[in-house]
């Protein structure tokens, strides 16, 4: 089915990887939210740049591009 999260980046589907922490997240959760949180902050950082117009178009783009080949 190909569902690795880079099987995932590569099909459009995931916008980012966020690496786990050595030996898996349950190992350290916190460097896990940590990086969660800078993921999730730079994310918003560029929408915010967006108006609702080019969100919208971007988003309409993006999934109408998903599994395409």
Known sequence: ???????????????EIIPEPLGGAQEDPGKLYACMEMAIEKSLAELTLMSPEELKNQRIRKFREIGEI
């Open 1 to 15: 089915m190909k569902l690795t999260a880079r099987d995932l980046k590569a099909a459009g589907v995931v916008d």
